[in-house]
Nanobody
Framework: QVQLVESGGGLVQAGDSLRLSCAAS????????MGWFRQVPGKEREFVSA????????YYTDSVKGRFTISRDNAKNTVYVQMNSLKPEDTAVYLC?????????????????WGQGTQVTVSS
């Protein structure tokens, strides 16, 4: 079955960096658009970034533009997000998702598979 497993989360201070990874199995990874979302308890899941199947197209929510960079390695079935200049408001569980939409999308409904998430906590 399809599995998406996130890793790389942790507790950091404001201004620090983290790199999250999402390893995929059980699907034709190179055919899928991949996305990163985040969720805080009691709030809706929020789009962070997405990348097209080829890696040629990327999309970011405004609050992370210039700080986060999404990338993928289709040979390793893995998608990454490099997070720099972290802020306390970036604190959340970060989840990766896979979808067959034709281009990177912020719409949750277009993603077919989801990981369990990794916690990122940014202290001030």
């Amino acid at each position: 079955q399809v599995q998406l497993v996130e890793s790389g989360g942790g507790l950091v201070q404001a201004g620090d960096s983290l790199r999250l990874s999402c390893a995929a199995s059980g699907l034709a990874f190179s055919r899928y658009t991949m996305g990163w979302f985040r969720q805080v308890p009691g709030k809706e899941r929020e789009f962070v970034s997405a990348i097209s199947w080829s890696g040629g197209g990327t999309y970011y929510t405004d609050s992370v533009k210039g700080r986060f960079t999404i990338s993928r390695d289709n040979a390793k079935n893995t998608v990454y997000v490099q997070m720099n200049s972290l802020k306390p408001e970036d604190t959340a569980v970060y989840l990766c998702a896979a979808g067959l939409s034709g281009r990177p999308s912020s719409s949750l409904g277009l993603y077919n598979y989801w990981g369990q998430g990794t916690q990122v906590t940014v202290s001030s």
